[in-house]
Structures are given as C-alpha cells and as structure tokens.
C-alpha cells in the first residue's frame, strides 16, 4: 500500500509520512521510558519533549495545527492513509491506544510539557489519557481482561513430549527440533486466543527439568515481546524457537556446576560460560537448525553497549533483535525462579534488575516496552545491582 501511495503524492508526501512516523516513534520512546524510569525521573524529560518536536514538526510540514490519528484495527490512520506498520515502534502505541479503548487521538501544536507528560503516564502506567486543549481522546468501551492463561491452554501431553525431546537434545537431536518447533506453533496459538497482555512464568518442577522450565518461560516472554511490535507469523515461530533453544548449551554442563549451592570457582564459570557457543555449535550440526536459533545461543549474553561479556568477541558487535529480546526475558525468569545458590526474587524486583542494566546489557528501549508488558510502572526504586544471569 505505501509502494502505491509514495507513486501517487511523490517525494513531498513520502517527507510528510516521514515525520508522522517519527511522531509515532517518539510516542513510543516516551511511553517506554515511562515504564522504565517511572513518572518523575529526569531521563523522561528529553523523551517528552523531542514528542513535542515531533509534533511541531509534522504540522509544519501538514500545514496544519493538529495530527488526528484514528485506531482502526491494527492500523494507524492519519489522513485516511494508514501509516507504515513495518516498525518496532507503531504496534507498542496502537496496543497502548486499544488498552485504554481510545479509537482517535488528537495532537494539538502548542502541546504543553504536562499535557505530554500525563498522555505519556497514562498510557504507560494503565490509566485513562484525559483531553486537555491540545490533547483530545476518544474513547470506546473497555473489554474487561479475561482470564486465559496460555500455559494452561497448552496440553500436558504435548508439554511432556517437547520436554522428553528437549531433555534428549545432548544424545539424540534429530528429531528434537522439529517436536519443539511444533510445541513453539502451539505458543503461539495459546497466545492469540490467551487475553492477558503478558504471561505468567511457568511453575518450577524438579531441578533436573529446570533448564527446560526456563527455557519455556523464556520464549513465551519473547513470544509476548516479539508480538507487542507486531512480528507475526513465520518469523515469529523463528525467534520463539530460537528464545526456547537459547540455553541447550547447558544440557552438556554437569549438574554439579548448574546446581551449586554457592558461587562457582573460576573453571566452572568458564565451563559455564561455554554453554552459550556449546549451544550453537550443537544447533550448527543438527539438520533441523534453524541460523536464527543457532545465533541467538551464541549471542544471548552479549551486552548492547559491546562491552566483553561470553562468548568473547574479536570484534565487538550489537546482539541481534531476537537475542535481546531472549536476553530481557532470560534475566528476568532467571531472577524470578528459585535455585539451589538463593531463592526467588519477587516480580517488582526482577524489574529493577532489568532497569539497573539498561543501556549496558540491553537496550532501554526493549527494557522500558517489557516492564510495560509486565503491567502498570511503578514509582522507581533502588536498584539492586550485581546481577548477572548465567
């Protein structure tokens, strides 16, 4: 569609679409800032006003004193021409908008920093946007969330049989892959039908399945991320299989060194650190492996910022989108399930971990959009710091 419309209204109109998608990105930016940082922190301030930049902008260019986008399903409308769904950017705003059952949004120049910033809060936070005078919403009425959970929609019988294949990925991986792959599309629909906006982790069962427990809680966590920015189909499955592949590396790590009641020696944690490039290379030899898995095994515990971490690398580089996303949410189940060496850390904590390591670890951007997923933001606490998921 927008092939067709760029023939149609040439450079001037691909300049005008241009600025009102980076209106949208910066909406965007500002709402995940909000979820990271909280209301009141200094690092919200800049976000909110290149909004308000954005906004001057794109009415310059309009030669109009407003933007009016209009929700309709998936698809932002600005001048009966939807806008580019293809970022990561737009589908964060448009699940914002429905969230709060808004079907049209008015920007007004003029856009004072606290209209912006009570917009930005609510939208982030799970309240209601009120109209101001360069503010206008209007609002539908608001499904009720349900009750569906997708990891109690998965059959218990496809469950065990993804974890026996799973569990047998060290001596026998032939067919493992394509039995998970199948438990990944199983996901996904679990997901489409599921109402809850993020997933709860799954329960830890015995400490021998832990690895695969975490596995599953973690491409969940991704699934819900990737589909936040709309990634859909096929390339959806690729990085829910890659997220539940990201540790197979640590099937060949002795339980002794996975299990210990307290911190690892310096060869075990180089035995540890070896399970990220184990993982790919075994990946890299099974028929069935997909590029997209094997790379995010090697690359999950890379840092954004290209400061070393393991696997060491020659020459720095960014982790890929699907690592980040496994990484985000390999922290996070990590910090939330209980292991021999310390118990389980609450929800609300594991966000601070996550908080602590952005712009370092992961970007803040992805950071700022999980803690959104996770529910309303809260006001910010100390970090706690010192963290490293293995």
């Not at 800049?46 to 399903?73: G, H, N």
């Not at 199983?186 to 039908?193: H, V, Y």
């Not at 290209?306 to 690592?323: C, D, F, H, I, M």
């Amino acid at each position: 569609m927008r092939s067709r419309w760029q023939a149609r209204t040439g450079e001037r109109g691909l300049g005008a679409q241009a600025r009102l998608e980076r209106l949208v990105a910066q909406i965007a930016v500002a709402i995940n800032m909000r979820a990271l940082y909280g209301a009141t922190h200094d690092g919200l301030v800049p976000a909110l006003r290149a909004v308000i930049e954005a906004l001057a902008t794109a009415c310059d260019d309009r030669k109009q004193d407003s933007v009016t986008f209009l929700l309709l399903d998936e698809e932002l409308v600005v001048d009966d021409r939807p806008l580019d769904a293809g970022g990561l950017h737009q589908q964060p705003v448009i699940k914002a908008l429905k969230r709060r059952g808004i079907e049209r949004l008015t920007l007004a120049r003029g856009l004072e920093p606290g209209e912006c910033h009570d917009l930005v809060d609510a939208l982030a936070a799970g309240g209601t946007p009120r109209s101001t005078a360069h503010v206008v919403v209007g609002q539908v009425e608001v499904a009720l969330p349900g009750d569906g959970n997708a990891w109690e929609d998965l059959g218990a019988s496809q469950v065990e049989t993804a974890m026996d294949a799973f569990l047998g990925f060290r001596t026998e991986r032939r067919g493992a892959v394509p039995k998970l792959d199948e438990l990944v599309w199983g996901f996904i629909d679990a997901l489409t039908r599921s109402t809850r906006v993020m997933l709860p982790v799954a329960p830890l069962r015995t400490h021998d399945e832990y690895t695969f427990v975490h596995s599953i809680n973690v491409s969940l966590l991704v699934l819900g991320q990737a589909r936040s920015f709309g990634i859909e189909g096929p390339t959806l499955h690729a990085i829910g299989l890659a997220a539940l592949l990201h540790d197979v590396g640590k099937l060949s790590i002795p339980l002794e060194i996975l299990n210990k009641p307290g911190r690892l020696d310096g060869d075990e944690w180089k035995v540890m650190m070896g399970h990220a490039e184990l993982g790919a290379r075994q990946l890299a030899g099974c028929q069935a492996g997909n590029p997209l898995s094997m790379l995010v095994a090697y690359e999950h515990h890379l840092r954004v910022d290209g400061q070393p971490s393991y696997p060491a690398l020659k020459v720095p580089r960014q982790p890929t989108l699907a690592s980040q996303l496994t990484a985000v949410a390999d922290v996070y189940d990590a910090v939330c399930t209980a292991r021999p060496y310390r118990p389980a850390l609450s929800r609300e904590a594991a966000l601070d971990v996550l908080r602590a390591r952005a712009g370092s670890f992961h970007d803040p951007f992805l950071v700022g959009n999980f803690c959104r997923l996770l529910g309303p933001a809260e006001a910010r606490r100390e970090p706690l710091g010192g963290y490293a998921a293995s």
